[in-house]
């Protein structure tokens, strides 16, 4: 287990969440890696994407793995401009690289794409490229304090 890992275990631990770790040999990166290692469909995943505003601040959107993110949207609900944020920008705000950043264990804003809480559970990045998290959506609004609006395009 990596230190990225040990980080989301310790968190998972701290909360009693409905969620599962789950760490691999191989990598996780891609939906297909992924989907593949765990025997699920492409549909089961979700995505977080990190972006930085005008103002310096932070945000995480989070989407269902197939579905992309309208800016323009997440734009309207901030009033304010926003950018998909750099990785060393997503490694210091959330703690976690990207390929592998979670959508719960840091704070921050957080947008869920209503779309997402129409499963029982989704997969997840896992604090690397060789990880995953299982969890219920519900679990990730409830930690995350999240909002849950219409953001893919």
């Known amino acids: 287990m990596n230190t990225y890992e040990a980080k989301l275990a310790a ?80 490694l210091e705000k959330t703690g976690y690289p990207v390929g592998g950043t979670p959508p719960i264990g840091y704070q921050t804003q957080f947008f869920i794409d209503e779309r997402v809480m129409q499963k029982d559970y989704v997969y997840a990045g896992g604090g690397s490229p060789q990880a995953l998290l299982r969890i219920a959506p519900h679990e990730i609004v409830k930690v995350n304090n999240g909002r849950i609006v219409e953001i893919k395009q």
């Open 11 to 90: 968190f998972l631990e701290e909360h009693t969440l409905a969620a599962e770790h789950l760490i691999f040999t191989q990598s996780c990166h891609s939906v297909s890696e992924a989907a593949a290692t765990v025997g699920a469909e492409p549909t089961d995943f979700i995505k977080s994407i990190c972006c930085s505003t005008k103002n310096r601040g932070f945000i995480v959107c989070i989407l269902k793995g197939e579905d992309k993110l309208d800016l323009k949207k997440v734009k309207a609900i901030l009033n304010t401009d926003i950018s998909i944020a750099k990785p060393e920008i997503v």
